[in-house]
């Protein structure tokens, strides 16, 4: 009968350590479900981050474009005032001289 008893308390200690190992396993894989969670997260953040870069790129070339046509009519309108400078004080000396 202690050969019962003995291989009852093995058996009883075997399935302990069984359900541990059990238990760690159901802990790994949860944790593995959360980093999978986590990563998937991060994957959707990473898109759309990337069409916010697309569409803040596609503002900055707009507005670049925007610069450079106002560059020009700027550029245009600094001539004209100059020349218009130019031709008041070309003016204004020529009454000057003849009177």
Not at 9 to 28: N, S, Y
Not at 35 to 52: D, F, M, Y
Not at 56 to 66: F, H
Not at 72 to 85: A, P, Q, R, Y
Request: avoid cysteine; proline fraction near 0%.
């Amino acid at each position: 009968m202690s050969t019962a008893n003995e291989q009852r308390a093995e058996l009883a200690t075997r399935f302990d350590r069984i359900e541990q190992k059990i238990d760690h396993m159901a802990e790994a894989i949860i944790a593995l479900a959360r980093a999978e969670e986590k990563i998937i997260t991060l994957a959707e953040i990473t898109k759309q981050q990337g069409a916010q870069i697309l569409t803040l790129i596609n503002r900055v070339d707009t507005v670049e474009t925007l610069v450079r046509q106002n560059a020009s009519t700027v550029g245009i309108i600094n001539k004209l005032f100059w020349i218009v400078i130019a031709a008041a004080a070309t003016a204004i000396t020529g009454m000057l001289f003849i009177q």
